[in-house]
């Protein structure tokens, strides 16, 4: 297996990573590198983790979620800060949010409702540290909201609830982790 990355599809905030906005319909190879671990993709962005741990993403960025520092769109990939210890990675249209191996949660991107739990509404354009605890297990985030499965299996939500997606049985937005269930 040669861990090298392949895009496709349409382009125009430069996803696919090959450094233009033109629309590909057949796969085109994001860079030269051949040692990339896993990909996950966003409606206009991409993030992809390297064998070492390290964290690169491209594409949209208007609000910050490729967590570069900046509101800039990247046509190619973009190492996310300097450490190599990335695990996992899940995104949405406007904010991100990812794990380090040690079980540590960060989030950036996007914060109108609260989505990235660091108990603000401030947008972030770097990962920001979602509570002090290093043990959570996953993470899977939503239009506007997030949820993370605890290493203990406990299940927390937060950001925006108006329709009761957090599961705490109310509609209000919550700004930090918020258990669901017992």
Known sequence: ???????????????????????????????????WASVTAGPGQTCALRVSGALW?????????????????RLSPTRIGGSANWASVSMSRVH????????????????????????TTTDRLSPTRVGGSANWASVSVGSSHTCALRVSGARWCWGYNGSGQLGD?????RLSPTRVGG
């Open 1 to 35: 297996m040669s861990g090298a990355l392949w895009c496709w599809g349409f382009n125009v905030s430069g996803q696919l990573g090959d450094g233009t906005t033109t629309e590909r319909h057949a796969p085109v190879r994001v860079g030269g590198s051949a040692n």
């Open 96 to 119: 991100t949010c990812a794990l380090r191996v040690s079980g540590a949660l960060w989030c950036w991107g996007d914060n109108g409702s609260g989505q990235l739990g660091d108990g």
């Open 57 to 73: 993403c491209w594409g949209d960025n208007g609000s910050g979620q490729l967590g570069d520092g900046t509101t800039t769109d």
């Open 169 to 173: 049985g109310t509609t209000t937005d």
